[in-house]
């Protein structure tokens, strides 16, 4: 997972977005006029108030194969006027409910940064997605795991099953999801990962499933035991 960054001048803003946005890396601080390269990072919320400095990040971005997702956050009320900052993928107010927005956009830029976006209360969790192994329906909860740990939010497997397809995690059953990346078996019954982790295979969606993974250059047999 790309690094995360918060471009501004004020310390009470950074510290405003990192209580807010939660990354497997965590997020730095960039402060405007020192140097910085920018190779390495993903994600650059930059404030409208650092507006002076932008033309050097701008330029520098556009330079690299793969430039990071620039988005531009700016006081409640101060919207700067459309077209002044152009190079910017997206437009965030702060204040109201800044999570939500902020869930919204990394949802929406979530496959060229590689995170799957959950918002829980107030607060917004970017995952990697190559990271999460599984998903499961848990009552009335989502549940995602991921590396050592998991999120549980509300939500409905079949509205999360369209989101995360563009990662590779396939449904495989009525409740469960397994990502593609991690399947070291499979046979009419049940899917085994690499984790040791085994789960149900549904007739409903055996042949679905049985052709991602071919796609994906898996074949069909149990996980070696």
């Excluded at 190559?130 to 499961?136: G, K, L, P, V, Y």
């Excluded at 085994?192 to 047999?221: H, I, M, V």
Aim: proline share 7%.
């Amino acid at each position: 997972m790309k690094k995360t960054a918060v471009y501004t001048p004020k310390e009470a803003r950074y510290r405003e977005i990192a209580s807010v946005l939660r990354t497997k890396g965590g997020i730095c601080r960039m402060i405007p006029g020192q140097p910085y390269g920018l190779a390495g990072m993903g994600l650059i919320l930059m404030d409208a108030a650092a507006r002076q400095n932008f033309p050097e990040i701008l330029d520098e971005a556009a330079k690299l194969p793969r430039p990071p997702v620039l988005a531009l956050f700016y006081s409640p009320g101060q919207e700067p006027p459309e077209g002044e900052f152009p190079g910017f993928d997206a437009r965030l107010e702060l204040g109201g409910d800044f999570s939500a927005h902020l869930a919204a956009f990394l949802r929406k830029y979530g496959v060229r940064l590689g995170i799957f976006a959950v918002k829980i209360r107030k607060e917004v969790f970017a995952i990697s997605a190559a990271d999460i192994r599984f998903c499961e329906m848990d009552k009335h909860c989502v549940k995602l795991a991921a590396g050592s740990g998991s999120v549980k939010y509300w939500g409905v497997l079949e509205e999360e099953a369209e989101k995360l397809r563009p990662f590779g995690i396939i449904r495989i059953h009525k409740s469960y999801m397994v990502n593609l990346r991690f399947v070291r078996g499979f046979t009419a019954s049940h899917v085994d990962l690499e984790t040791g982790e085994s789960f149900p295979l549904g007739r409903k969606y055996r042949q679905s499933f049985r052709s991602a993974c071919e796609a994906g250059g898996l074949s069909a047999g149990p996980a070696p035991r």
